[in-house]
Structures are given as structure tokens and as C-alpha cells.
């Protein structure tokens, strides 16, 4: 599962610690509103019950209504029962329970068929121990109503609320972590290892990131100068390297005319020459690296027709394949554009197949394959060999690394990782499939370039050269 974004942490954690918040102060606020509402009637009912009494007089240990008496007022209906509890004036209202007992100068919420009262009865004394009901009604179904509302309302609103604060606060943190978004993007441009001139943004920075994008800054830079350093050494110690090989490869070959030699020196010799020879290309290849990754640059780059080189390189390694009796198949599409430098693809394509060779299988087959899809050129160099194990899938390509040493004794490791190098400098990406025992297929990705230019029509001309 994939983890989530401090962004989208942050947000959550706020967002859900604010609804909690939210919740409880929705919750109170109806509640209080509630209480409101019934504590208003409350002292509307005793108000309208006390006012009420002002219709009867007390003489003559017994009582008098006036004639003009109103049972009914602004909303209280009123009752008047004996000491028995029996009503003798006024009307109760319709659907209230007949049979609700009386209770004194109490305030009480009856509810009966889905309706709700609000009840206040109040306890007159008389002449010698005599006692008179006075008994207000009022209904409280529109506040239950209203209540009902505002909870279905804020239900509504609850969820929509949480969701608009969660927008704005994301949209805000991200705002916010905006310069650590371009921090994160330079460094894995930087770790990538594809410029390691670049440094981290230290503009607009608050002081709590800018001190620890200053350490980055200092430490790439220290990683620079190393990896220049280090640059530096391979290209010192392959040139001096370059003089004594060619000696040793000369003198081998001197010594090998002759016939002076026995057969057990001749051996010997052979073998030295040999490693002497393996050597001098893995000079010649860290020469071109460090050679090319110094000079290089991406303003002379020019259209080149992906598929002709491809197409070149495949005849002129068909040469190499027949010692192992292999056939290179090509299905290479036309006018296959890519913006580029001629001899780097030249020397990638080389190495792909070079590599498909090495480890294909004797009297097998390697493929290549080139076409367009979209706004990219796709091509693929494969073979039916060994095979390569998917621990090593990630490692080949390092310099110097081999997944089979046993295997490719006549290898420097440094051809993938040269092929991927030239890909990552022409704005691609590559990738590798494989299973043992069934073979390998490399494929790269490059974007498209422009029309032919004149080396592609030399190129042209030295493949038919080669066809005949």
C-alpha cells in the first residue's frame, strides 16, 4: 500500500481533530438551542397560567368566573378541575391524553400519537382547605419540528463543511510545502546523477528549511567535487595506462612472429597477449566515458534516423554474431527521427547487440526492433541466451558489474551502464526484461526528432555498401 503524503497527513490529522471539534460544538449548539426554546415556553406557560387566575375571584369559601373568561390565549389552552381532579371548565386540546394526572406547580413534555405538550399545572388553595386545578396546554410540536430541521440540516452541512476545510487546508499546506516540493524534486534530480551541478532552491525559504537545504547544498557539492575527483583519476590512470599496454600488445605480437619460442612460451604469451588486449579496450572505454561525459553537450545535438543506425550497426555486428553462428533479425520501421549525438547512439546500439551476442545462445537468434508510438521512438534489442537472474535485474547497470562472471570472462562491465548513460543524456529511459534460461530483452524509450539530415544520408549510403 502506498504511503501517504506528509501533505495529505497533515491535512488528515487536521481535518479530523476539527470535525471532532466541530462535532461536539454542533452537538451543543442544538442542545442549547433546544433548551432555549423549551425553557422560553416554560416561562410563557406560567406567565400565561398566572394571568389566567386574574379570571377568577375567591368569596365565600367558593369561586367566581368571569363572564368573558377565554380558555384559549395565544397559543395555552386552559382547564379548570375540582379537588377530584375532574375537569369542570375549558377544553383540552385535540389528541391530548384525557387521563393525564395532575401534578403540582410542575412543568412536565407529554408526548401521545407522534405530538408533544408542554404542561404546567398549578395548584390553587381556598377558603378551608378547599383546592382548584388551573391547568395550561401548549403545544410543542413546531419546536420538535424545528429541531428536527436544524439536526437534518446540520447532518447536511456537517460532512459538506468538513470536506471544504479539508480543501482549503490541503490547498494550503500545499502552498505552504511548496518549496519543499522543489527541494525533493532537485535532489532526486541530483541523486539521480544526471547533474550534479544543480543545487537546492534557497529562495523565499522560512529559516527552519533554509538551514537544511544549506547543508544539502554543501554536501552535493562535496559529492561533486568527489565524483570529479574521481573522474579525473580514471582519465589520468587510463591515459597512462594506454602507452605500457600498447608496449606490452606490440612486443607480444613481435615475440609471436618469431620462432625462436617454444610452444609452452608461445602459451604463455598468447595468454598475456590477450589479457593485455582486453585491457587495452577497457582503457579505451573508460577514455571515452570520462571523454564524452566532460565534452558533451546537448546544444549540438542534431536529427538523426534512429532506424538506419540501428539498422547499420545490426549488418556490421552481423560479423561478430556469425563466430557464434547467430542471425540478427531487424524489424525496423522508417524514418524513425530522434534528437541526438550520432556516435553515442551509434556506440549504444553497438553495445546492446554486442551484449545480446555475448550472451545469446550458439545458433540462436537476436532480434531488434524499432517503431514510434505516440510522440516516442521504442526500440528493443533481444536475444534467446542464458538469461539473466532477477536479483542481478538492477545491478547490471553498474560499472564493472557482471551478473555471470564465469560467463563473460570477455566482458569489462562497463557497456550497460555506458548504453544507459547515453540514454539518460538523449532525455530517455530504458529498461530490461528477463528469465533464465529463455533469453533477454532490453528496451529503450527516446523521444522523436525532426526530418534527416546529411549524415543520415551518408549512413544510407554505407548500408548499401554493406549489403553488397
Not at 394526572?101 to 404546567?120: E, P, Q
Not at 505516440?374 to 534467446?384: E, N, W
Not at 537472474?389 to 564465469?406: C, G, P, T, V
Not at 524509450?445 to 544510407?460: F, H, Q, S, T, V
Request: include cysteine; proline fraction near 1%; aromatic fraction near 8%.
Amino acid at each position: 500500500m502506498k504511503k501517504l503524503s506528509i501533505k495529505w497527513k497533515v491535512t488528515l490529522w487536521y481535518t479530523g481533530i476539527l470535525a471532532v471539534i466541530l462535532g461536539f460544538m454542533f452537538a451543543a449548539m442544538i442542545s442549547m438551542l433546544n433548551e432555549t426554546e423549551l425553557s422560553v415556553t416554560e416561562e410563557e406557560i406560567h406567565g400565561a397560567v398566572t394571568g389566567f387566575l386574574e379570571n377568577i375571584t375567591f368569596a365565600d369559601d367558593t369561586y367566581y368566573l368571569d363572564g368573558d373568561t377565554d380558555f384559549y390565549y395565544e397559543g395555552v389552552s386552559f382547564c379548570i378541575y375540582d379537588e377530584t381532579g375532574t375537569r369542570i371548565h375549558g377544553n383540552l386540546p385535540a389528541d391530548f391524553p384525557e387521563n393525564t394526572v395532575l401534578w403540582a406547580n410542575r412543568t412536565r413534555n407529554i408526548k401521545a400519537d407522534g405530538k408533544g405538550w408542554m404542561v404546567y399545572d398549578y395548584l390553587c388553595e381556598y377558603s378551608s382547605g378547599k383546592t382548584l386545578w388551573i391547568r395550561g396546554t401548549t403545544s410543542i410540536s413546531n419546536i420538535e419540528n424545528f429541531m428536527r430541521v436544524t439536526i437534518i440540516i446540520s447532518v447536511i452541512a456537517f460532512p459538506v463543511l468538513i470536506l471544504l476545510i479539508g480543501m482549503v487546508g490541503y490547498f494550503m499546506i500545499k502552498k505552504t510545502l511548496k518549496p519543499v516540493d522543489e527541494i525533493c524534486n532537485a535532489a532526486d534530480i541530483i541523486s539521480g546523477g544526471r547533474d550534479l551541478s544543480k543545487r537546492l532552491p534557497e529562495k523565499k525559504l522560512e529559516a527552519e528549511v533554509r538551514h537544511l537545504t544549506n547543508s544539502f547544498n554543501e554536501m552535493f557539492e562535496r559529492l561533486q567535487q568527489s565524483f570529479e575527483n574521481e573522474k579525473q583519476f580514471t582519465s589520468d590512470v587510463s591515459h597512462e595506462l594506454r602507452t605500457p599496454l600498447a608496449i606490452m600488445i606490440s612486443r607480444c605480437e613481435d615475440l609471436l612472429s618469431g620462432d625462436k619460442l617454444s610452444e609452452e612460451h608461445k602459451k604463455d604469451i598468447e595468454i598475456i597477449l590477450h589479457q593485455s588486449r582486453k585491457m587495452s579496450k577497457l582503457v579505451s572505454q573508460l577514455l571515452f566515458m570520462t571523454r564524452e561525459e566532460k565534452t558533451i553537450d546537448t546544444n549540438t545535438f542534431e536529427d538523426i534516423d534512429l532506424g538506419m543506425l540501428l539498422q547499420m550497426v545490426s549488418e556490421e555486428m552481423q560479423i561478430e554474431a556469425d563466430k557464434k553462428s547467430i542471425v540478427i533479425n531487424t524489424n525496423i520501421e522508417e524514418n524513425l527521427m530522434v534528437h541526438g549525438e550520432q556516435t553515442l547512439l551509434m556506440r549504444m546500439a553497438m553495445n546492446l547487440i554486442d551484449n545480446a551476442i555475448a550472451y545469446g545462445r550458439k545458433g540462436g537468434n537476436v532480434f531488434v526492433e524499432a517503431y514510434t508510438e505516440k510522440d516516442r521512438v521504442i526500440g528493443k534489442v533481444s536475444d534467446d541466451g542464458i538469461g539473466i537472474a532477477e536479483e542481478h535485474l538492477q545491478k547490471i547497470w553498474n560499472r564493472f558489474y557482471r551478473a555471470d562472471k564465469s560467463r563473460s570472462s570477455e566482458g569489462t562491465g562497463l557497456g550497460l551502464s555506458m548504453v544507459r548513460w547515453i540514454i539518460d543524456i538523449h532525455g530517455g529511459t530504458i529498461g530490461v526484461e528477463s528469465k533464465i534460461g529463455e533469453g533477454t530483452q532490453f528496451y529503450f524509450r527516446l523521444p522523436k526528432g525532426g526530418r534527416r539530415n546529411e549524415a543520415d544520408e551518408i549512413m544510407i549510403e554505407h548500408i548499401r555498401l554493406l549489403k553488397r
